[in-house]
């Protein structure tokens, strides 16, 4: 799914109104429509909702909103301020709302006095996608207001004080949503955690925007649907053997990280891997035989790892609980000056690389580099925010011809050629040791069965965010452990199958 600007969106509205005679009155009334049906689904007719109305097409949404709710059966309070300057259709929709008598029309200010009923929900309406300066005065004094209720908070299309496509002040007031219903698409401030914090849970509401202008729209940011990962993803053919499905070769562990090395090894393994090796210390043979027997071990070294000596022709992964002691560290850099061939670089092994900066020119191109946001500062330096860091690991990617895997709730995957893949699988339940541990064996286990390292870092990343969903859903995500997200792997395989 492209993301697009607001000022794209815009034009997204037009197009449609040009091409498929729709005017913009009727486009409102579909997203308002869209909302209401949402609303019909979710809250029982106990509820009264109490709609704050502004002066731009958003708030033209909230009219048209709140006429429909009444139309539905439910109690509806519209708060506005009547002097704004309504644009010309939320101007109609605001004298449509007037003629029903059953709506009571209130100031903003009146808010103060207003005696909430007991099953209360608020819907914010009061801007858009149209925000152009942060909000001031007395909005920001209602939002403030609206923010400490006890109640549901519902944003329609985006929660009012973000701007679709930036980062917000510090200071900014936000209208802090529960749930936000969004039109057609998802708007980047909903992906990144300073902004996407304001937004609750995102229904994206289809209002029949133009097919048409949606292919033909250029855009280098995209959200990872199902779609594409149906699209990118192998069905395996019955006339295959292990061959079929590579060699993959996980370097990890070291004494007392060994558990990160049997987590990655579980996770490549489970992801589908034709033949499995670990190179670890010696100290954990008979941990990883014990616990992944599928797997070969290879001798690294005694306590952790001094001799980066793979198995032919594998797909190579390195970094989880490998530690930094000084062999480790040479032996790593002698072995990343020499390979050639793309890899998967995670944890430690990144964190050598920050410490030698000089060596980032050595990873191989089309590597795939799966750094924290704290590794990505040590590998990269400092940034303000999380929309700098994105633009940053952009430059990165194509100066080094690498993709980078920026872990987050909502991971960004960054192509060598500038393109970002958001993620939207996955959840606070994954906040835990040992998480990317097994990211780092599914991404490498599948680009050794021949993903290309796009598919590998775009698929990967989705499979392991839903094993992740579906570990939360039967273990809570308080309770839920990395090992229970390697177990969920198949049940992602057999919900793509
Ligand atoms: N395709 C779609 O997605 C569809 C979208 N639709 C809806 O349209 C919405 C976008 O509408 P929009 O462009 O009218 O913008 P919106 O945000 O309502 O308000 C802008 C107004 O606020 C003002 N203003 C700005 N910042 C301010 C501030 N800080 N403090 C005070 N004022 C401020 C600015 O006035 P200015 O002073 O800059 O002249 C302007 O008047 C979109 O989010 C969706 O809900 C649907 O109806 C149909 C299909
Ligand atoms: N709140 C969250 N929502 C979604 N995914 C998360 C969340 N917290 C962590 N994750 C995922 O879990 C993994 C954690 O990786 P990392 O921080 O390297 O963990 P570790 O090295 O301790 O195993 C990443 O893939 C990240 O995207
Ligand atoms: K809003």
Redesign the pocket.
């Known amino acids: 799914m492209k993301i697009f600007l607001a000022s794209q969106i815009k034009k997204w509205d037009s197009f449609t109104m040009r091409n498929e005679s729709v005017s913009s009155l009727q486009l409102m009334e579909r997203a308002a429509q869209s909302c209401v049906n949402w609303f019909f689904n979710n809250f029982e007719n106990k509820f009264s909702f109490s709609i704050f109305c502004g002066q731009g097409n958003n708030g033209g949404d909230g009219f048209a909103i709140a006429r429909l709710l009444y139309y539905k059966g439910f109690d509806v309070t519209v708060f506005t301020d009547e002097n704004q300057k309504f644009s010309e259709d939320t101007l109609v929709n605001f004298q449509r709302c007037k003629e029903i008598s059953a709506i009571d029309i209130l100031d903003f200010e009146q808010v103060n006095d207003f005696t909430f009923k007991e099953n209360s929900v608020i819907i914010d309406a009061l801007f858009g996608i149209g925000l152009n300066r942060k909000i001031e005065g007395k909005i920001a004094t209602l939002i403030k207001f609206l923010n400490e209720l006890p109640f549901p908070r519902v944003s329609v299309d985006i929660p009012s004080g973000l701007m679709a496509d930036e980062m917000i002040d510090e200071n900014a007031i936000v209208f802090k949503a529960d749930e936000t219903l969004t039109f057609q698409a998802w708007k980047k401030a909903m992906l990144h955690p300073e902004t996407g914090v304001f937004c609750g849970n995102i229904h994206i509401m289809d209002i029949f925007l133009s097919d048409e202008f949606n292919s033909s729209e250029e855009s280098n940011e995209f959200v990872t649907g199902e779609k594409l990962i149906h699209k990118i993803y192998n069905i395996r053919s019955e006339f295959s053997h292990k061959g079929t499905y590579g060699k993959t070769n996980l370097a990890a562990g070291s004494y007392g990280k060994m558990g990160?090395a049997v987590l990655a090894t579980k996770a490549a393994l489970k992801s589908g891997s034709g033949l499995t090796f670990i190179l670890a210390p010696k100290c954990g043979y008979e941990i990883l035989q014990t616990s992944c027997p599928e797997a070969m071990f290879i001798n690294g070294g005694e306590n952790h790892i001094i001799n980066f000596d793979f198995e032919e022709d594998a797909v190579i992964g390195i970094g989880?609980g490998l530690g930094t002691n000084f062999q480790t560290e040479s032996a790593f850099m002698e072995f990343l000056k020499q390979y050639k061939k793309p890899l998967v670089i995670?944890?430690d092994a990144l964190n050598i690389i920050a410490k030698h900066t000089q060596f980032l020119k050595h990873i191989p191109k089309k590597s795939i580099i799966?750094p924290?946001p704290k590794?990505f500062e040590r590998l990269f330096g400092k940034t303000e925010n999380s929309f700098e860091r994105l633009k940053l690991a952009r430059q990165k990617a194509q100066e080094l011809q690498i993709y980078i895997v920026l872990?987050?709730?909502?991971?960004q995957i960054i192509t060598a050629d500038n393109q970002v893949y958001y993620?939207i699988t996955?959840?606070?339940g994954?906040?835990?040791?040992?998480?990317?541990?097994?990211?780092l064996g599914i991404v490498t286990s599948l680009l050794a069965q021949n993903y290309s390292p796009e598919h590998a870092a775009i698929f990967g990343?989705w499979l392991?965010?839903k094993a992740?969903d579906f570990a939360a859903q039967k273990f809570s995500k308080e309770a839920m452990l990395?090992s229970d997200l390697i177990d969920e792997i198949g049940t992602v395989f057999k919900y793509l199958n």
Do not use: C, I, R
């Open positions: 990160a989880p995670d944890a799966t924290h590794e872990k987050d709730h909502h991971t993620n996955g959840n606070a994954m906040a835990k040791g040992g998480s990317g541990d097994v990211l990343v392991h965010g992740g990395p």
